[in-house]
């Protein structure tokens, strides 16, 4: 039972707490400080929370709320700062019960050239801390590789620990890490501009009333990088221009793709997305508090057969809203012909797509009929590989059923029964290790590592990750097994 632990400070991120919990112990090894501080061995999240073991949830919680204290001590708010609500409370769930899956939800870090691997830190901040509680800790904000400054005293960040192979096995406070008697050296405007949205996402609690991908397009209206009718982005201008702002050596958006991607709502990157706004100068309050958004090719294409019935000519409505001529002649062309009746409407039409989207669904159900029946019968029985939705694939095309990543895509219910067939590494592993110390009994000869390593061809630290799923498979040879790693 844990009877000391120390209080967080302000700001103070899990990791920081954690460390200085391991010096107060004189537990400076993660591995010990994982028997007392989570529910089995495993490794210190260094920006979340995982497995945490009910004594210390209770003295981190005292008289807050669990998933307040995940806020306010994680860098939870920024990285789901722009996914749909419903994306944040389901991620938000998952962290407060320790679930894995909260990392499908939330974007991992994007890898940027010149951005390092080391927990940062400010050192007027530094200062402060040791002034006022007597001792450094580490910033939930200096766990963010791309921020480069201190949004409250306009200084770089300088790197402190380097999070290693080596260090990420042991605790390192910033107490004893961090020097004190570094110079801060001035920042320059974008990077703090930068760090100014990133505390602003961190310290409050945001949701968006519009996708942020029409909150973008908005923005884009008016200038060169979309045409004046509403027509195709210029992803290409905007992209270079990017570049430029930010200078090739800063951090910039690696492929042009993942600029698209943020204007077409595929990507929810934060720090991707706030030097979109950073360049643009769209500020915090005004993306979360936009409530509605129009249709700008909508509007625009009201606006020019407006003109057009007032008796203006094409030539005249092009200058007039500075557009050009084919643009104009197209929307008054199509207009003319919805008037004659020669231009079938939209809603008018045969909804093929619907007939379509019942013809997926019906297949959908009839193939996942079919293959619960394949499937069921000894369809695993001879797999000598890794049990993946590649290799069911492969085996399926014995069946006449010719399935790839592609087409699955539509069909949910297909989907679904194959990867629940899936397994991970460790299964795939414990299936072999199981097999192979079975054969070794049967051919009488001594079962040692060497023996299971030549039939199974894996590593001590493979056959140690197994352990757990072995036991579940053949307790027998977990036994046996333990008696030999031992």
């Given amino acids: 039972m844990i009877t000391y632990f120390p209080t967080p400070y302000p700001d103070e991120s899990f990791y920081s707490v954690f460390a200085r919990y391991g010096v107060g112990e004189g537990l400076y090894s993660t591995r010990y400080c994982n028997e007392k501080l989570h529910c089995k061995q495993t490794y210190t999240d260094m920006n979340y929370m995982n497995d945490i073991a009910p004594d210390v949830k209770r003295l981190l919680t005292r008289d807050k709320d669990w998933k307040t204290v995940i806020k306010e001590h994680t860098i939870y708010n920024y990285m789901a700062s722009f996914l749909p609500a419903d994306q944040r409370e389901r991620a938000l769930e998952y962290l407060a019960q320790g679930d894995e899956l909260y990392r499908k939800i939330i974007p991992p870090f994007s890898k940027y050239e010149g951005v390092t691997n080391h927990i940062k830190y400010c050192p007027i901040c530094l200062k402060e801390d040791r002034e006022k509680y007597g001792e450094a800790y580490w910033h939930r904000e200096w766990m963010i590789p791309e921020i480069r400054a201190c949004y409250k005293h306009h200084c770089y960040l300088y790197d402190g620990v380097e999070m290693n192979a080596t260090n990420e096995q042991i605790l390192c406070p910033a107490e004893v890490n961090i020097p004190a008697d570094t110079e801060p050296q001035r920042s320059d405007t974008i990077s703090d501009q930068i760090a100014s949205y990133a505390h602003e996402l961190m310290n409050n ?158 297949k959908d159900t009839d193939l996942a009929l079919r293959l619960k029946i394949i499937m069921d019968d000894d369809f695993f029985s001879d797999f000598e590989e890794c049990i993946t939705c590649e290799s069911i694939f492969r085996k399926l095309e014995g069946y006449g059923i010719f399935l790839n990543k592609n087409c699955i895509r539509s069909l949910p219910k297909c989907d679904t029964l194959i990867r629940s067939y899936c397994e991970s590494y460790e299964h795939y592993w414990a299936r072999k290790l199981c097999r192979a110390v079975n054969e070794i009994e049967e051919e009488h000869v001594g079962v040692t590592i060497g023996q299971i390593q030549k039939r199974t061809f894996l590593s001590r630290d493979r056959i140690v990750r197994s352990i757990e799923e072995i036991r579940k498979r053949d307790e027998k040879v977990w036994e046996q097994l333990n008696l030999i790693l031992n």
Avoid at 278 to 297: A, L, M, N, R, W
Avoid at 308 to 335: D, F, H, P
């Fill in 205 to 362: 609690e945001h949701t968006l009333q519009v996708p942020l991908e029409k909150i973008l397009m908005q923005e884009l209206i008016g200038t060169e990088y979309i045409s004046k009718a509403g027509g195709k982005l210029k992803i290409k201008r905007l992209w270079d221009d990017l570049i430029s702002f930010y200078n090739e050596d800063a951090f910039s958006i690696r492929r042009q793709r993942r600029l698209s991607d943020i204007l077409h709502g595929k990507i929810q990157a934060p720090f991707e997305i706030i030097r979109v706004l950073v360049y643009f100068q769209i500020p915090i309050e005004k993306v979360y508090g936009t409530k509605s958004v129009g249709d700008p090719y909508k509007e625009c294409c009201d606006q020019i057969i407006h003109l057009y019935k007032t008796g203006m000519s094409q030539t005249q409505i092009a200058k007039k809203l500075n557009l050009s001529r084919r643009n104009v002649e197209w929307i008054c062309t199509r207009y003319m012909k919805e008037q004659r009746g020669e231009l079938i409407k939209i809603q008018d039409r045969p909804n093929n797509q619907k007939h379509k989207q019942e013809e997926l669904r019906r």
